[in-house]
């Protein structure tokens, strides 16, 4: 399951990976339902460009070899939802095919795991690694036989997450 920030945390089960360095500099790739799919977060030193910065951490899980994470690690991962609807009014003009060019995103990280939907429409180690989301960071999705991902998004803001809601503790 996935943690909340920065409050009391859920733990996560399915993790594949991770590419330690230090609390501030690590990349993790968690499990998904498709054999398809890699989802992979990473809080690293971004790059100049998100462009860049997936390129660091495609590098990194290129170069190095998985380590599994420790029974004792702690992986605290914020929740995202948002759907955006952007209209590409550039897109727009005389002689231009277009109508009304749209495309909504929609993405959403939980303890479930992680949904993305797009659709475009145009008319016509040894010691306890604590692995905490807690600043910047990239999440990326991307098919296991790519060379790109088909997603990135770099979370800089809390903008994009959802408030912490306490659950009930069950023991």
């Known amino acids: 399951m996935f ?4 409050h009391p945390h859920y733990p996560i089960k399915k993790c594949e990976s991770s590419h330690y360095r230090d609390n501030d500099d690590f990349i993790v790739e968690l499990k998904t339902q498709s054999k398809l799919d890699r ?3 990473a809080k690293i030193p971004p790059g100049q460009t998100l462009a860049e910065t997936v390129t660091t951490v495609q590098s990194r899980l290129q170069q190095n070899e998985p380590g599994s994470m420790q029974q004792c690690t702690d992986l605290f991962v914020p929740v995202i939802d948002f759907d955006v609807l952007r209209r590409y009014d550039e897109l727009l003009g005389e002689g231009s095919p277009f109508a009304m060019p749209l495309q909504q995103i929609r ?3 939980n303890e479930r795991g ?3 939907k797009s659709e475009a ?3 016509a180690g040894k010691t306890k690694q604590n692995l905490v989301f807690d600043k910047p960071f990239l999440v990326m999705i991307q098919r296991t036989d790519a060379s790109q991902p088909y997603f990135a998004l770099w979370v800089a803001n809390a ?5 912490f809601q306490p659950r009930k503790s069950v023991r």
């Open 121 to 123: 429409l145009a008319a």
């Open 3 to 6: 943690l909340l920030i920065p």
């Open 159 to 163: 903008e994009l997450l959802v408030p």
């Open 114 to 116: 992680a949904v993305l």
């Open 39 to 41: 989802l992979i977060l």
């Open 107 to 109: 993405f959403k990280l």
